[in-house]
């Protein structure tokens, strides 16, 4: 009998590696099942799992130095805000300096996911086959299923123009010489507007919604690195950046924008630093929610009525695992109730990897979620007794609906260093938890070992 569970994880994005990294690094035995023929997920232009969401000219919005994992630097040479080629190839280069590739099955997805009655995993992959895991870590992403406007537009079905969501966007010679209307105020809407104003005789942004759009730099720094001290309350962060966002970019109805209905840090952060330029050329004219598609024409909620060619919505994305059943897990609206965005409370030996949407990165995010998971896999984490946890849990979803604006782009919001920062001291005091137990193992290895 082995003496370490055997563990399967889904995904090899940036998060399913940055797992995979930790278990192998920590001798936990794992097969890391990924539906492309390489890692990077998101980040492969054109990835052939038909998932990833990137553009020709995709560049990472939060800076080098917040993205990278904590060991592996990404090159010197790269920009501050590097090209999603370059980031692709910085996943790729993880794998193979951690050597770990050969854990990974390529080309293979797991369609279904089912828990079995004594505990662990029986995973269904594509060829048919069926193998077993005592745990499992899900990294299957979390923006690659288009949310598209709910409910859609009235005349969206006889709409003359062409409709896209932003998942399906590549390049803006779609709109050469055309009238485009681009809805939404995340960053999806403030890159893909700025692409489309080079080329298209107009460019609508509709919103339902401002936002303060943080420029890249501040200072002369990456945005991202202004100092950010988790000791100090968040309510005072928040004052100071909130100054001075309204310093540097100033009231954003001059733009022509909406007034943003909330402060800074209370809505997922939207960065461009081209969106207000290409408005104040008059290349992007702002507009307020779109009421109607009528023929080949946009009315909009102001009683504005324009000619297009096309929609883009940039409206978000939705939590989904297509490989479990809907009454075991899911997240309905987004929501998904989980300690610490990790362990769900239900089951022992199930765990996500970068379900997060952090003020910040992913990728050191999951680094640290796939060390405190091979933790708890080793015995050498314990969880709070089942209360606290779920008092914990409870705590964590009444602050996030206090702070955010009530969006199904709000379910799942961390703060980078402080979510870091917490990990850090919970994993400390499962430590000692562990300890106290004789550092049991929580989740009992009595599954087959694992074959690559
Ligand atoms: C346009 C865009 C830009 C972004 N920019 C940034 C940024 O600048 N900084 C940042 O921190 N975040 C950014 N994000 C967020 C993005 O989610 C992360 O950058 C990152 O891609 C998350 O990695 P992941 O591994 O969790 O998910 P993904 O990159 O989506 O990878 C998931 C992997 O799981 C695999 N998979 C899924 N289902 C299965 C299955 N059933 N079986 C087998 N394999 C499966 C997929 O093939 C894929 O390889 C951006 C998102 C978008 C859409
Ligand atoms: N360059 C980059 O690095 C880059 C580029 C693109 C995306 N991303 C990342 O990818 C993730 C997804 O971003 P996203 O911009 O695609 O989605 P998003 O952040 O969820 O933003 C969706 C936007 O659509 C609006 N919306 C949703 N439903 C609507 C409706 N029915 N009518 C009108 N407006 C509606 C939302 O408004 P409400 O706020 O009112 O809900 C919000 O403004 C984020 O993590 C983002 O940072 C990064």
Redesign the pocket.
């Known amino acids: 009998m082995a003496s370490v569970p055997t563990a399967a994880i889904i995904g090899a994005g940036s998060s399913g590696i940055a797992a995979a990294k930790a278990l192998h690094e920590r001798g936990v035995p794992f097969a890391c099942f990924e539906a492309s023929d390489r890692v990077g997920g998101n980040w492969v232009f054109g990835n052939r799992n038909g998932m990833s969401?990137a553009y020709r000219q995709?560049?990472?919005?939060?800076s080098r130095e917040r993205m990278e994992f904590s060991d592996f630097p990404m090159p010197r040479t790269y920009p501050d805000y590097p090209h999603h080629a370059q980031i692709a190839a910085y996943f790729d280069a993880y794998v193979d300096h951690f050597g770990f590739r050969d854990r990974i099955r390529f080309e293979t997805r797991v369609e279904h996911a089912r828990r079995l009655e004594r505990g662990g995993w029986e995973l269904t992959l594509d060829d048919g086959s069926a193998e077993r895991f005592d745990a499992l870590l899900v990294a299957n992403g979390h923006?690659w299923d288009p949310?598209w406007?709910?409910p859609m537009f009235p005349g969206h079905e006889s709409f003359a123009g062409e409709q896209l969501h932003?998942?399906a966007y590549r390049d803006n010679d779609i709109f050469a010489g055309r009238d485009v209307v681009i809805?939404?105020?995340?960053?999806?809407?403030?890159?893909i507007g700025v692409e489309a104003s080079y080329v298209a005789r107009r460019t609508f942004l509709?919103?339902?919604?401002g936002?303060w759009i943080i420029p890249k730099y501040m200072f002369g720094r990456p945005v991202d690195q202004l100092p950010q001290d988790p000791r100090i309350p968040f309510r005072i962060r928040q004052r100071v950046i909130h100054t001075l966002i309204r310093l540097h970019v100033g009231d954003p109805t001059r733009y022509g924008l909406p007034k943003p209905d909330h402060r800074f840090g209370e809505?997922?952060?939207?960065?461009s630093g081209r969106i207000l330029d290409r408005i104040q050329h008059g290349a992007i004219t702002p507009k307020p929610?779109?009421r109607r598609l009528d023929g080949e024409h946009v009315e909009f909620d102001d009683g504005t009525r324009e000619h297009v060619d096309v929609v883009v919505?940039?409206?978000?994305?939705k939590i989904s695992f297509p490989f479990f059943d809907d009454d075991l897990v899911s997240a309905p609206d987004n929501r998904i109730e989980l300690f610490r965005r990790v362990f769900h409370p239900e089951m022992e030996d199930v765990f996500f990897v970068a379900l997060v949407?952090p003020l910040g990165a992913i990728m050191p995010i999951a680094e640290v979620q796939g060390q405190w998971i091979a933790d708890y896999l080793k015995g050498e984490y314990a969880l709070p007794p089942r209360p606290a946890l779920l008092e914990d849990i409870e705590h964590e979803l009444t602050a996030m609906r206090r702070r955010y604006?009530a969006?199904?782009?709000?379910t799942i919001q961390v703060d980078f260093d402080d979510y870091l920062h917490a990990v850090e001291k919970e994993r400390r005091a499962g430590a000692e938890r562990a300890r106290r137990q004789g550092f049991r193992l929580p989740v009992a290895p009595h599954l087959a070992e694992v074959s690559v």
């Not at 995709?58 to 939060?62: C, Q, Y």
């Not at 509709?206 to 919604?209: G, P, V």
């Not at 969006?407 to 709000?410: A, G």
């Open positions: 969401a995709l560049h990472i919005n939060t923006h949310r406007p709910e932003a998942h809805l939404g105020m995340g960053n999806s809407a403030m890159d509709a919103a339902r919604r936002a809505a997922h952060p939207t960065v929610n779109i919505y940039c409206t978000g994305y949407q604006v969006s199904k782009r709000h």
